[in-house]
């Protein structure tokens, strides 16, 4: 059964820290996977979105990659703001049967120091 | 507009009851979603239809019953509600496995 896990669980950086959340999984047969932003009391605002053909992806300051060899993701956060603080969520989505479906990490909640 | 919408956002009732909440999207997706998220934030799937025809449904009390009338809109059904139901319930919808759009979310608290 595909594992989709966060590290960290949380992370504290005061602002305009550049910063590297990770997220890893054990399926290789990926079809994308999306990075998600949740703030509390909120839904979750999709960030990025890498296709299994791709390496990366770009969105103003902020840079995921895959690596579907070892099984990786990474969301890159350049110069930080307070605003950014959130819980950052990653989700696969495979590529074999009809039912496809997002297996979502336990996330990693972001606290950005001002 | 709001791509996803559900109701209630907030509901708090006794256990027993039957409760519903409700979901539209206005994308054009043919794919929608149910999820729960647990006290500890993890989010689970919970249902998805696509063009009104059930394609997941994974292992949930069957207290629990959506129903899609149309492609727009998938409604969940809780009959006899249990303290371990209350949690946040996210409805999503999607086309082709593209990008997922998540509503706001309903907090379910059962009393």
């Known amino acids: 059964k595909q594992e989709v896990t966060q590290i960290p669980a949380a992370l504290s950086v005061p602002e305009g820290e550049n910063l590297v959340l990770n997220c890893s999984f054990t399926?290789?047969?990926?079809?994308?996977l999306q990075w998600f932003r949740q703030d509390p009391g909120k839904g979750l605002t999709s960030l990025l979105l890498i296709q299994s053909s791709q390496r990366e992806q770009t969105s103003g300051r902020l840079n995921a990659s895959l690596d579907k060899s070892s099984g990786r993701s990474t969301l890159y956060i350049a110069a930080s703001q307070p605003g950014d603080s959130a819980t950052y969520l990653c989700a696969w989505l495979g590529s074999s049967g009809s039912a496809r479906q997002l297996t979502f990490g336990s996330g990693t909640q972001l606290t950005v120091l001002p | 507009d709001t791509a996803v919408s559900q109701t209630p956002k907030y509901l708090v009732t006794q256990m027993g009851n039957d409760k519903s909440i409700k979901c539209e999207q206005n994308l054009g997706h043919d794919t929608m979603y149910w999820y729960k998220q647990d006290s500890k934030k993890f989010l689970k799937i919970m249902f998805s239809?696509?063009?009104?025809?059930?394609?997941i449904n994974e292992t949930v009390p069957n207290r629990f019953s959506p129903k899609s009338p149309d492609k727009a809109h998938l409604n969940l059904h809780i009959n006899s509600l249990e303290l371990g139901d209350s949690a946040v319930y996210f409805c999503?919808?999607?086309?082709?496995?593209?990008?997922?759009?998540f509503g706001e979310g309903s907090w379910l608290t059962v009393v």
């Open positions: 399926d290789s047969a990926i079809y994308n």
């Open positions: 239809y696509n063009n009104k025809e059930l394609i």
């Open positions: 999503a919808s999607s086309q082709a496995g593209n990008t997922i759009y």
